[in-house]
C-alpha cells in the first residue's frame, strides 16, 4: 500500500505540472481542447491526492509498521479514533494533508465553473495548479510520507526494516479537539487559496467588473469560518490539556493562525467597499495576496522551527523550500500587480469621517495594525538577530498592550459600523441609532463599577460588550417588528424570517454577537484567580467561593495509558457541588505523561483543576485550581460566529416570494401594512 | 483635501499609539537568546537583562519544594544552577536529561532565577531498536 500511496502522490504530482504547463499553454493559445485537458488535469491530481492520503491512512489502519511515518506516530493500542489524527501529527502527514483539502477546494472550484467563467478559470486553474505542485514537490522529494523504515548498514546503504510495534502518538495529541482542531485549521489555511486564486486570475486576465468577488465570497467565508473554528478549536484544546490555565498564550503557532484570520477578516469587510461605492480596489486584492502569504508564512513558522515554540518541529530543512515558495508568489503578485494596476482604478472618493466607507476604513486599519503588530513579535527574534546579532523575544506583555486596546476599538466599530449610511450619516440618524445603545452601554459600565469592577479594560469592555450587543438586538428587533405588524407571526418567526430574507446582513449581525460574547469571554480573564498546594489527602484548599476536598487518590488503567487520578470533591459555600478528577496520564509505549484538566464549568466562572504532580521529597500531590470568570462566553460565542458564518452563506430568500407572500396575507390591506413592509426589504444595509 | 487630512489625522492618531504601546511593551518583555558559555562573557547591564538559555537538566539535580523547583543546567561544558519560581505548573516534559529552555534573570548570588520553563524530551523517538528516525515532538 506504501508503494501504491507513493505511486499516486507521484502521478499527482505529473498532473499537476501538466494542469500548471498546459494551462499556460491554453491561456496563450485559447486552444478549447488544451483547456478542458488542463481543467481535466487539474482534477485528476485531486483524485490522485486523494487516493494517495487514504492509502496513507489504511496503512495507518492496518497497524504496517515497515513505513517510518506509522512507525513515529501510532502504535497498536492506539483506538481508531486517534489512528485517523495520527495522519496530521507528524510533519509529513501534515503536509500531504495540507495537499487533500486542498485539493477538496480545487475539485469543488473546477467542477463547479467547469461551464462557466470561461475567461477567468484557465488563470484560476494555472494558479490552483501552481500552489498544489509546490506542496507536491515538498510531499514527493522532501518529506514523503511513504518513506519505508531503513537502517543504514556498513556499506551505507539501506536495508529495510519492519517493527512489530510502533513508537505511538504523543499524549498530547491524544484528546477529541486534536481530531478537529487540525482539520479545521487547515481547511482554513488552505480555502485562501480559492480567494487568491480568483484575485490573481482576475488581476492578470483583467477580467471586468467586480465579478471575482461575488464569486470568491462564499469560498473566503467558508475558509474564514475553518480558521475561526480552528483557532478557537485549538485555544480550546490548549485550556483542556496543557493544564496551565490558560488558551492563550501568544505562542508563535497561535499567533501564525491569527494573522491570515486578521487579513482574512479585513477583507470580507472591506470587499463590501468595493461592491457598493467601487473603491479599495488595489487595497482588497492586496488583502488577498497577503492573506494566502499568511497562510504560507503560518504553515512555514509551524514546520520549521524558525521561532522555538511548543509546537514547532524539530530543525528541518523544509524551511527553505517554503521562504522559496513565498519569495515567488510575492514575486508573481508584484508583477501582476505593476502590469495592470490601471485595472484597480478607484471609481469613487471618501465623503464623511461619519459614514459607513469610514467605518470599514477603519476596521481595516485596526486590524491590519494588529497583524503587523503580532506579525513582528512574532519574528522579532528573526529580525533582532539579522540587525543586531542578539536573538531578542517579546512576550505577552508586547501582544497584549497593543491588541487589547486595538480589539476594544474595534469592538467598537464593530456596534458602529453596520448602523452608518454610505457616504453621509445625518445627526438625527445617529441619535435614532445609537442613544438606546449608549445609554444601556454607560448603565452597565456604572452598575459594573458600582459591583467593585475596577480593571479599566474590563470596564470598558463590557460597556461595549452591552452596547453592541444592544445595537444588534435593537436591528432585530426593528426589523422583526415590521415582518410582525405584516404577518402577525410571533417574534421568533419574525426574526427568522427576517434573517431568511436578507442572510447576508442578518448572519453578519449574528457573527458580530458572537464575537461580542468573545469579547465578554476575554475580558473575563482580568478576574482569573488561582491557588497551587501540596494536598495529604483529607484536607482542603480554599479558592474563591469553593472548597477543594481531596478525599483520596486513585490509579485507572486504560488501554493505552495509566492514569493516577485525584479524587477531589467541590464544596460551595460548604455545600457539596460535585466531584472532580484531575489525572495524570502516564503512557508506556513512549514513556510520556500528561495532564488531563477537571473542569466546572459555568457561564459564570469555571472552576479549573489540575493534579500538577507528586512532590518527591514530601510524598504528597500538588493541586493546581484556577478560577477563570465568563471563559465559557468564549466557546458559546465561537459557536455563534459559526453559526452566523453559515446563516450569511445560505442564499437570501428571494424577495419576489416575499412581495408574493406579503400580498396574499394582506387580504384586507391596510395602508400602514405595506409600506414598512418595503422598508423590511430595503437593499445595500448590509 | 479637508476631508483626507481628517482621516489622515485618525489614522495617524492609531498609528502612533499603538507604536508607542508597541514600544512600552517591548522593553517589558524583550528577552535575549543566550547560551551558556555566553552567559559568563556578559557584562554590565547585559547581565540582568531578561533572557533565556537553553540547555539539559543534570541527572538527578531537581529537587522539588514549596514555591520553588531547584535544578542544575548543563551544556557546553557549562554548569547553571535554577531556580524556577514561576506560577505555571512545570511542563510533564521537565524531567532528568530532558532539553529544557530557561526564561528569566541571573540572580546577583550566580543563580539564574527562571519564571518561565519549555521543556522537551530529547530521547523520545531516537535511536529505538531497528532504526533511526527523525525526532518530532508536539504536533501543530
Redesign the interface.
Same mark, same amino acid.
Request: net charge positive; hydrophobic share 30%; glycine share 12%.
Given at each position: 500500500m506504501d508503494v501504491f500511496g507513493s505511486f499516486a502522490l507521484i502521478l499527482a504530482f505529473v498532473c499537476a505540472l501538466y494542469a500548471f504547463g498546459g494551462g499556460i499553454a491554453a491561456i496563450v493559445t485559447r486552444h478549447p481542447l488544451l483547456i478542458k485537458s488542463a481543467r481535466q488535469s487539474g482534477m485528476a491530481t485531486c483524485a490522485l491526492i486523494f487516493v494517495s492520503t487514504l492509502s496513507l491512512v489504511y496503512l495507518f489502519f492496518s497497524d504496517n509498521y515497515s513505513v517510518a511515518y506509522v512507525v513515529s506516530h501510532s502504535n497498536r493500542d492506539l483506538s481508531t479514533f486517534f489512528k485517523v489524527a495520527a495522519l496530521w501529527s507528524g510533519q509529513e502527514g501534515s503536509l500531504l494533508f495540507w495537499s487533500f483539502l486542498l485539493a477538496i477546494y480545487v475539485f469543488s472550484v473546477l467542477f463547479t465553473y467547469r461551464s462557466k467563467n470561461g475567461e477567468l478559470m484557465p488563470y484560476v486553474g494555472v494558479i490552483l495548479a501552481g500552489v498544489q505542485l509546490f506542496f507536491l514537490t515538498i510531499s514527493n522529494f522532501v518529506a514523503s510520507p511513504f518513506k519505508a523504515l531503513g537502517v543504514a548498514n556498513a556499506s551505507g546503504a539501506f536495508d529495510l526494516v519492519a517493527r512489530a510495534d510502533g513508537n505511538g502518538l504523543n499524549p498530547v495529541l491524544q484528546y477529541p479537539e486534536m481530531v478537529i482542531h487540525p482539520p479545521n485549521l487547515y481547511s482554513g489555511y488552505t480555502g485562501f487559496t480559492i480567494p487568491f486564486a480568483f484575485a490573481l486570475a482576475a488581476l492578470l486576465a483583467r477580467y471586468p467588473g467586480e465579478k471575482w468577488i461575488h464569486l470568491t465570497r462564499k469560498w473566503t467565508m467558508i475558509a474564514w469560518c475553518f480558521q475561526s473554528m480552528g483557532i478557537l478549536l485549538g485555544a480550546h484544546w490548549a485550556y483542556a490539556v496543557l493544564g496551565w490555565g490558560g488558551y492563550w498564550g501568544w505562542d508563535p503557532v497561535e499567533n501564525a493562525s491569527l494573522l491570515p484570520w486578521l487579513t482574512g477578516t479585513a477583507f470580507l469587510h472591506s470587499v463590501m467597499m468595493q461592491e457598493k461605492r467601487g473603491m479599495m480596489k488595489v487595497w482588497n486584492v492586496w488583502l488577498v495576496f497577503v492573506t494566502f502569504m499568511l497562510c504560507i508564512l503560518g504553515t512555514l513558522l509551524t514546520r520549521s522551527g524558525v521561532v522555538s515554540s511548543v509546537h514547532a518541529f524539530a530543525q528541518s530543512s523544509i524551511g527553505s523550500w517554503f521562504v522559496g515558495f513565498l519569495c515567488v508568489v510575492a514575486g508573481v503578485c508584484l508583477a501582476a500587480y505593476f502590469k495592470n494596476k490601471d485595472y484597480l482604478k478607484s471609481e469613487n472618493q471618501l465623503d464623511s469621517l461619519v459614514s459607513r466607507e469610514s467605518s470599514f476604513l477603519f476596521n481595516n486599519l485596526v486590524l491590519l495594525v494588529a497583524c503587523v503588530a503580532v506579525l513582528s513579535g512574532t519574528l522579532f527574534p528573526v529580525f533582532s538577530e539579522w540587525f543586531t546579532g542578539s536573538r531578542i523575544s517579546v512576550g505577552a506583555p508586547f501582544f497584549n498592550k497593543v491588541n487589547i486596546p486595538l480589539g476594544l476599538l474595534l469592538l467598537f466599530l464593530t456596534g458602529v459600523g453596520p448602523l452608518l449610511a454610505w457616504r453621509k450619516t445625518s445627526t438625527e440618524s445617529l441619535l435614532r441609532n445609537f442613544k438606546w445603545p449608549s445609554i444601556l452601554g454607560l448603565l452597565a459600565g456604572v452598575t459594573a463599577f458600582m459591583f467593585g469592577v475596577r480593571e479599566m479594560f474590563a470596564l470598558i469592555c463590557f460597556v461595549l460588550c452591552v452596547f453592541v450587543g444592544s445595537t444588534i438586538v435593537q436591528e432585530f428587533f426593528r426589523g422583526a417588528k415590521v415582518v410582525r405588524i405584516r404577518s402577525g407571526a410571533s417574534w421568533l418567526a419574525s426574526c427568522v424570517d427576517l434573517t431568511l430574507r436578507n442572510t447576508r446582513r442578518y448572519g453578519g449581525y449574528i457573527v458580530h454577537l458572537g464575537m461580542v460574547m468573545i469579547f465578554i469571554g476575554l475580558a473575563g480573564q482580568a478576574f482569573n484567580k488561582e491557588v497551587e498546594k501540596e494536598l495529604p489527602i483529607g484536607s482542603t484548599v480554599k479558592i474563591g467561593n469553593y472548597d477543594l476536598l481531596l478525599q483520596s487518590m486513585d490509579q485507572k488503567q486504560e488501554k493505552n495509558y495509566v492514569a493516577d487520578r485525584m479524587i477531589v470533591e467541590v464544596l460551595r459555600n460548604d455545600k457539596p457541588v460535585m466531584m472532580l478528577y484531575p489525572e495524570r496520564r502516564n503512557f508506556p509505549t513512549n514513556q510520556e505523561s500528561g495532564t488531563m484538566v477537571a473542569i466546572y464549568s459555568t457561564l459564570r466562572e469555571d472552576l479549573y483543576v489540575v493534579y500538577a504532580g507528586m512532590n518527591p521529597q514530601t510524598n504528597l500531590p500538588t493541586v493546581h485550581a484556577f478560577i477563570n470568570p465568563l471563559v465559557k462566553w468564549v466557546w458559546w460565542g465561537g459557536m455563534v460566529v459559526v453559526m452566523g458564518t453559515i446563516v450569511a452563506l445560505l442564499p437570501s430568500r428571494a424577495a419576489v416570494v416575499v412581495l408574493a407572500k406579503a400580498a396574499s396575507t394582506a387580504g384586507a390591506p391596510e395602508l400602514g401594512g405595506m409600506r414598512p413592509a418595503q422598508v423590511a426589504l430595503r437593499e445595500g444595509h448590509d | 483635501m479637508k &476631508?483626507?487630512a $481628517?482621516?489622515g489625522i %485618525?489614522?495617524g492618531v492609531?498609528?502612533i /499609539?499603538?507604536v508607542s *504601546?508597541?514600544w *512600552?511593551? +517591548?522593553g517589558? /518583555? &524583550? !528577552?535575549?537568546?543566550h547560551t551558556l558559555a555566553e552567559l559568563d562573557t556578559l557584562k554590565g547591564s547585559a547581565r540582568t537583562e531578561r533572557m533565556?538559555i537553553g540547555g539539559t537538566v543534570q541527572n538527578g539535580s531537581i529537587?522539588?519544594? !514549596? @514555591?520553588r523547583v531547584d535544578f542544575v543546567l548543563e551544556g557546553e561544558g557549562k554548569s547553571l544552577p535554577v531556580s524556577y519560581v514561576g /506560577?505555571? #505548573?512545570?511542563p510533564? !516534559?521537565f524531567v532528568d536529561n530532558s532539553q529544557a *529552555?530557561i526564561e528569566g534573570r541571573p540572580a546577583a548570588d550566580g543563580r539564574f532565577v527562571a519564571e518561565h520553563i519549555?521543556a522537551k524530551?530529547a530521547s $523520545? +523517538?531516537e535511536a529505538? #531498536? %531497528? @532504526? $533511526? *528516525?527523525?525526532?518530532? #515532538?508536539?504536533? !501543530?
Open positions: - | &476631508k483626507q $481628517k482621516f %485618525g489614522i492609531i498609528v /499609539s499603538m *504601546l508597541a *512600552l511593551g +517591548y517589558e /518583555s &524583550k !528577552t535575549y537568546y533565556r529537587h522539588r519544594m !514549596t @514555591g /506560577s505555571d #505548573p512545570l510533564d !516534559t *529552555l519549555q524530551c $523520545k +523517538y529505538a #531498536p %531497528g @532504526g $533511526k *528516525l527523525p525526532a518530532t #515532538p508536539a504536533g !501543530t
